[in-house]
């Protein structure tokens, strides 16, 4: 196990849900951006001296864009049924975590502001001032929500504690209290075209040297083309899919299927990140320029589908939004929804039988999905509701003869965030992430207690890198976290005459 | 003749209040635009689904019944109840009197009687349950108190302290047809109505107005088809508009 500064929780068989510790995690707060990153998106460079009529100003503002941010905050009843259902306050206890409670820190001001009660009556209905204290809870508390939509499930108004954070984020960027993670990368997205700041000669060698590593290792030449115009497909998948582990056996598996079935793809250096950290931010003018460059990409290569690697947000951006903020996509074939998912480009070709598969090359393997919590909750695959549960699992079952399911109140739209998702995924907030997984590697230590499960499988970015880093902090093998496409491509059989 | 003034003006100002203040806030709701497609899914597909799904929200309090068995059953009993002695009252303002009321009058007791223990349990769960404990609000509290103190009021009227439901009942005809009767000047008729006008007045303005936010939830009421159909709403279509012109140049194909 490795040695950390604050204490790991223990893993007890069944997820208890802890006492109220107040402030428990208020020492626990990401890096603020610096002015240069700040002011490269259009926010002021530091905390601006009228900041509270500028916030308030600011939430004015949003409350009058956004249906769901007046309705959220008048319909809550605080009927308590997301107070155990988010996974940082399941890890941390800290009451500031319950969905409800992380709503009230604007719920509150909203009320003294903007509603009647508040404004004569602020003490019985809670209301508060936006004084600095308040402020700086919020910069700490919305950067302790991973935007995963869990609480939304059970929340008799489908009240989404995201959305508020969203708001939350964007009323603290406006008033220069950007956060440092998300908006570096953001500034990399723009200038580079990836979220790594990976530029194009680079990731040119890295491919290359992708064909080589993939030639030697089953003596077929799997091509990894990139800005190749004229291609059927553009593959648009997280960055850290070029070189990260265990990521980057994703994109192999991807390679290894578009060459099985004879499409012809590629990448692109103009847009080589899937990833929206506009998103995260709740920033829709970031959103919808980090979109755009793919839909440029699209254009430019002429091609007829857009593909998505494994990439929890960015699919939801992708699926949910994109028509939205880049669309339509009429330029595009017409048979084929866009954009589509990479799982739902595989599935298809696996029913049709258009993929020779072994899936015994997986037999030392007993695998468990993790639904991720964008793709699970924020958008669809395939054509029926719930496609987005069946398809990776069916992917996976194909090319795998031992699959098992965590517990049912851990997976499919109750699933549990990784830990690292909405923007959270940096060491600043390290102990957030290690606490906020601790459901996850609850449900897992079951499965791998109770039926031998070796591995984990993804389809997301983020996911991979959260639990590379902290299943060993809970004594897990690393490499136990794999990409679904990782599973694919070590089944798929090459015709050795290639 | 003053007390049969001040509630029958109190009674109109309330159910003014409470048209007007709602109807306000909805037509306010639904001017805001919803820029994005952001159903929880697994969504349905089609409007119909979405109906379906809000009906299940509704009647069945499907999600909460997902997140809290405890506050589920509590909260179902009492609003279902609630709904039956509503239905009970309207023997106040039909005449004649319609039929299927008559038919659910002996129900009356008995739900009033739900609805109290229902509240009741919602109440001490505030109180006991730590996490719900700490997000409660004054006010969330005083709600519960005030509703019990309705249906507290109403069950006791109808069996221990007796009212003439004869005068009441001139009494709201009365006031619907802008002719005045006097009310029946029994204490706990009228604590029951001052409670239940207090009740109206601050329902536009307080969470009570989760009844119908709920359909505006984006969330729950959108169509999970953001692929088949692109969705643009408000400032959102102002900003995207010149993609009709791009699409229409000449599609390149390599």
Redesign the interface.
């Given at each position: 196990m490795v040695k950390q500064e604050f204490p790991v929780p223990v893993i007890t068989e069944h997820l208890q849900?802890p006492?109220?510790q107040p402030d428990a995690m208020a020492e626990t707060k990401p890096f603020v951006a610096k002015a240069e990153f700040q002011e490269a998106l259009g926010f002021p460079g530091e905390l601006v001296d009228n900041w509270q009529s500028v916030a308030l100003d600011k939430m004015s503002e949003l409350?009058?864009?956004?249906?769901?941010l007046?309705?959220?905050l008048?319909?809550?009843?605080?009927?308590?049924?997301?107070?155990?259902?988010c996974h940082y306050y399941l890890g941390t206890g800290d009451?500031k975590n319950?969905p409800?409670?992380r709503q009230?820190l604007m719920r509150n001001v909203y009320r003294r502001y903007f509603?009647?009660?508040g404004r004569y009556?602020p003490?019985?209905?809670?209301a508060q001032d936006l004084t600095e204290s308040v402020l700086e809870d919020w910069y700490r508390y919305y950067h302790q929500c991973s935007e995963c939509?869990r609480c939304?499930?059970?929340?008799?108004?489908?009240?989404?504690t995201a959305?508020i954070t969203m708001a939350g984020r964007e009323i603290l960027a406006s008033v220069g209290l950007g956060q440092k993670y998300a908006n570096e990368i953001l500034g990399k997205v723009h200038k580079i075209g990836n979220n790594l700041g990976l530029p194009e000669p680079a990731l040119a060698d890295t491919l290359t040297g992708l064909e080589e590593e993939v030639e030697e290792d089953i003596g077929v030449k799997v091509r990894f083309p990139l800005d190749e115009?004229?291609?059927d497909v553009l593959l648009v998948t997280p960055s850290a899919d070029f070189f990260a582990e265990p990521h980057v056996d994703g994109l192999i598996g991807y390679a290894k299927v578009f060459h099985q079935a004879g499409i012809r793809w590629t990448l692109s250096s103009y847009a080589s990140e899937a990833a929206n950290f506009g998103i995260f931010i709740g920033n829709?003018d970031q959103m919808?320029k980090v979109a755009e460059r793919i839909r440029q990409a699209a254009?430019?290569?002429?091609?007829r589908r857009i593909v998505i690697g494994e990439c929890g947000h960015a699919w939801r951006v992708a699926?949910?939004?994109?028509?939205?903020?880049?669309?339509?996509f009429?330029?595009l074939d017409t048979d084929y929804?866009?954009?589509q998912h990479m799982c739902e480009l595989t599935y298809d070709l696996i029913q049709r039988g258009a993929l020779t598969l072994d899936p015994a090359a997986n037999d030392k393997k007993i695998v468990t999905f993790h639904d991720s919590c964008n793709v699970?909750?924020?958008?669809?695959m395939g054509?029926?509701?719930?496609g987005?549960?069946t398809l990776p699992r069916g992917i996976i079952q194909a090319v795998c003869n031992h699959f098992v399911d965590m517990a049912p109140e851990t997976t499919h739209?109750?699933t549990f965030c990784c830990g690292g998702g909405g923007g959270l995924l940096t060491d600043d907030l390290l102990e957030l992430r290690v606490k906020g997984a601790l459901p996850r590697v609850t449900a897992l230590k079951q499965v791998v207690d109770n039926h031998g499960v070796t591995h984990m499988a993804a389809i997301c970015a983020i996911c991979k890198s959260q639990f590379s880093r902290v299943l060993p902090i809970y004594g897990f093998d690393m490499d136990m976290i794999v990409s679904v496409h990782q599973l694919v491509g070590d089944a798929l059989v090459f015709d050795s005459a290639h | 003749m003053i007390l049969t003034a001040i509630f029958a003006i109190g009674l109109y100002l309330a159910v003014l209040v409470l048209v007007v203040g709602t109807a306000f806030?909805l037509v306010?709701?639904a001017r805001?635009?919803?820029?994005?497609?952001?159903p929880?899914?697994?969504?349905?597909?089609t409007r119909i689904?979405v109906v379906a799904r809000l009906l299940r929200?509704v009647v069945f309090?499907e999600?909460?019944f997902?997140?809290?068995k405890w506050?589920?059953l509590f909260?179902w009993i009492f609003h279902f109840a609630m709904l039956v002695v509503l239905l009970e009252h309207l023997r106040y303002v039909s005449e004649p009197v319609w039929g299927w009321i008559v038919a659910i009058q002996w129900i009356g007791l008995y739900a009033g009687i739900a609805m109290c223990l229902g509240l009741v349990g919602l109440a001490v769960?505030?109180v006991v349950?730590?996490?719900?404990r700490?997000?409660?609000?004054?006010?969330?509290h005083?709600m519960l108190l005030l509703l019990i103190g309705i249906g507290a009021s109403g069950v006791g009227m109808k069996v221990f302290w007796h009212t003439d439901i004869v005068a009441l009942k001139a009494f709201v005809i009365g006031l619907i047809r802008f002719d005045w009767q006097p009310l029946p000047g029994d204490p706990v008729l009228l604590v029951h109505l001052s409670l239940v006008i207090f009740l109206m007045l601050?329902f536009p303005?307080?969470?009570l107005?989760?009844a119908p936010?709920?359909f505006?939830?984006?969330?729950?009421n959108m169509v999970?088809t953001?692929?088949?159909?692109?969705?643009?709403s408000?400032?959102?279509e102002t900003?995207?508009s010149h993609?009709k012109v791009v699409?229409q140049e000449p599609?390149?194909?390599?």
């Open positions: 849900v006492r109220v409350l009058g864009k956004y249906r769901a007046p309705v959220f008048d319909a809550c009843v605080k009927c308590g049924a997301c107070t155990d259902k009451p319950m409800v409670a009230d509603t009647f009660a009556f003490k019985l209905v809670g939509r939304s499930v059970y929340c008799p108004f489908g009240i989404d959305e115009a004229g291609a829709y919808q254009l430019d290569l002429g091609v699926y949910s939004y994109w028509n939205t903020l880049i669309g339509p009429d330029f929804p866009a954009p699970s909750r924020g958008s669809r054509s029926t509701p719930g987005q549960f739209e109750q | 806030r306010h709701y805001i635009p919803v820029p994005l497609v952001i929880t899914t697994p969504a349905p597909v689904g929200e309090f999600s909460l997902k997140g809290s506050t589920w909260g769960r505030r349950v730590d996490r719900i700490y997000i409660s609000a004054p006010s969330d005083l601050i303005f307080s969470k107005l989760h936010a709920v505006f939830s984006p969330t729950l999970d953001p692929r088949e159909h692109r969705h643009v408000g400032w959102g900003r995207t993609r699409s599609k390149p194909r390599g």
